[in-house]
Nanobody, 120 residues
Framework: VQLQASGGGLVQAGGSLRLSCAAS????????MAWYRQAPGKQRELVGS???????NYADSVKGRFTVLRDNAKNAVYLQMNSLKPEDTGVYYC???????????????WGQGTLVTVSS
C-alpha cells in the first residue's frame, strides 16, 4: 500500500491551495482518512479527518477555512485550504486507516508529506 500526496507550494496569505492524496496497492477497504501538518519546531497535529461515511472533523484553527473531501472510487482524499494564513505553513501529511487484502489487518499509512508555505 502507498499514499501519494501532492499539491503543496508557496501562496500568499489569503490565498487558496488544494492538496490531493491517493492510496494505491492491495487495498481491501479504507476506513478514515485524514490530513496532519507539522510546522517547523512543532509536533505533528491533526488538521482534519473524514470517515468512510463522510463525517468530518477539524482542528479549531482551521474550521471554516479548510475542507476535507473524499472520493472513495479513487481511494483519494483532498484538503481544500482557503483564506490561508502564515501560521498554516508546514509539511502536510495524508493519513489513512487501511485494511489490506493481503493481511486483512488494519494499518495506519502515511503519505510522504507536501510542503505548504504561506507568505505574509
Amino acid at each position: 500500500v502507498q499514499l501519494q500526496a501532492s499539491g503543496g507550494g508557496l501562496v500568499q496569505a489569503g490565498g487558496s491551495l488544494r492538496l490531493s492524496c491517493a492510496a494505491s496497492g492491495s487495498i481491501f477497504r479504507i476506513n478514515s482518512m485524514a490530513w496532519y501538518r507539522q510546522a517547523p519546531g512543532k509536533q505533528r497535529e491533526l488538521v482534519g479527518s473524514i470517515s468512510s461515511g463522510g463525517t468530518t472533523n477539524y482542528a479549531d484553527s482551521v474550521k471554516g477555512r479548510f475542507t476535507v473531501l473524499r472520493d472513495n472510487a479513487k481511494n483519494a482524499v483532498y484538503l481544500q485550504m482557503n483564506s490561508l494564513k502564515p501560521e498554516d505553513t508546514g509539511v502536510y501529511y495524508c493519513n489513512a486507516d487501511i485494511i489490506s487484502i493481503v493481511t486483512i489487518a488494519r494499518t495506519d499509512w502515511w503519505g510522504q508529506g507536501t510542503l505548504v508555505t504561506v507568505s505574509s
